[in-house]
């Protein structure tokens, strides 16, 4: 992020804050129907669609810090794992067995030599993916152990951030992400190599709620005066500015309302503009992670959908140094005060959950400050199709001029 941009984004910041009625020009948002967060059809459409065809931020790469480690990615219908290979790539598998469908792993972290064994009759893959063992094969007539490999997922990498995509047909990791990278890239991603993020937490929340309504929650700031009264005492929810950006990605910059004393026992990020330590600077990487970015920390969260009214939600913690004596109890108290956040995120879901499910709200407005919920909307059916989607449950495009760069 150059200074140029940075002025852009204190200009943007005072523009806003001075605001007093609807900005001229843009338009007022159709309802979103609320059938879309507990529809059961709807629920498969974006399951096929969304999240079997979009590249999703899966793991940080110091999970699986050498060869033969491995993690189990059970968010997913189908059965996926990731392994570091002997060549140091991470690559994406699915844990089944090509003889008769059994798992490889059942641990959620496990540490292999240089095989991955089947569970029920111990065929064996190199952690490559290739077919490398079959006990008692001479049972087995033309067997072709080079058409048995392992199914394999693509696995992309930005930095040490691990991403995989079911499907073959996609562009590039680095195309899809290219709106975020044009800005981030130098501070947090390849361009900041050799200082780049370190894996130090990771906590895991099961939820009552569609997965979009704690997404929404961590993409617009017209709560934060409600729901966070601390920390309202330091952000101004009024000094919010919002990019709209190409492939269903978005940005966010919410203004301080005083500079905050930073910890010394928390080292900084290497490369982060001035800016990032003015507010809190976040993305939402498409369609469910939402990266934010401070000159201390990182975090993401991921809202993973279980069923139409269940999700899983994800919260990874970044530092510039991995735990050690020196900063871990400034870390515990940096992670325990994100998570008490999260939490009072999440503490409506659960209820709105059951009001959609009971049609006591049919639709909902949205305001200009939550325009980042309508794209995301609004990119959801692009995903899918309109042909697909029952005319009740659309949302007519309408920000499609608004995309920045």
Not at 17 to 44: H, I
Not at 60 to 89: C, I, K, N, W, Y
Not at 159 to 178: C, G, K, Y
Not at 254 to 278: D, H, K, M, S
Request: glycine content about 6%; proline content about 7%.
């Amino acid at each position: 992020m150059d200074a140029e941009f940075a002025d852009q984004i204190r200009n943007r910041l005072g523009a806003e804050k001075s605001r007093k009625s609807y900005p001229a020009g843009f338009p007022t948002l159709p309802p979103v129907p609320a059938a879309r967060y507990c529809d059961p059809a709807f629920f498969g459409l974006e399951r096929e669609h969304v999240f079997s065809k979009n590249w999703l931020f899966v793991a940080h790469a110091d999970e699986l810090p050498e060869a033969g480690d491995v993690v189990l990615l059970d968010q997913f219908p189908a059965p996926t794992l990731l392994v570091r290979s002997e060549d140091r790539q991470i690559r994406a598998f699915y844990n089944t067995c090509r003889h008769r469908g059994a798992p490889l792993v059942r641990e959620a972290r496990a540490k292999v030599k240089t095989r991955l064994l089947c569970q029920y009759h111990s065929w064996s893959y190199d952690l490559e993916g290739r077919l490398r063992g079959v006990p008692d094969s001479e049972n087995f007539q033309n067997l072709n152990k080079s058409c048995l490999g392992l199914g394999a997922i693509r696995c992309e990498n930005w930095a040490s951030l691990v991403f995989i995509n079911f499907d073959r047909n996609a562009v590039p990791l680095r195309e899809f992400l290219a709106p975020i990278l044009r800005n981030m890239d130098e501070e947090i991603g390849d361009g900041a190599a050799p200082h780049q993020s370190r894996f130090v937490h990771k906590s895991v929340t099961p939820m009552r709620g569609n997965w979009k309504l704690a997404t929404d929650a961590n993409i617009e700031t017209y709560h934060v005066n409600t729901v966070h009264k601390d920390l309202s005492a330091v952000l101004d929810q009024k000094a919010t500015t919002i990019w709209l950006l190409a492939n269903g990605h978005s940005r966010m910059f919410n203004g301080q309302r005083y500079p905050i004393e930073r910890n010394p026992a928390v080292p900084r990020l290497a490369r982060v503009n001035p800016v990032t330590g003015e507010g809190v600077y976040a993305y939402l990487i498409y369609p469910n992670t939402v990266m934010v970015v401070s000159p201390t920390l990182i975090f993401t969260t991921q809202a993973w959908p279980l069923g139409p009214g269940e999700s899983r939600y994800d919260a990874y913690y970044l530092m510039a140094e991995p735990n050690n004596e020196r900063n871990r109890t400034s870390y515990e108290r940096m992670i325990a005060a994100t998570e008490k956040i999260l939490k009072e995120d999440l503490g409506n879901l659960a209820f709105m959950q059951k009001s959609f499910e009971a049609g006591t709200i049919e639709s909902i407005p949205l305001g200009f400050q939550e325009r980042r919920i309508y794209y995301l909307h609004e990119m959801i059916d692009r995903s899918i199709g309109d042909e697909l989607i029952p005319t009740r449950l659309r949302v007519p495009a309408m920000l499609e001029e608004f995309i920045e760069q």
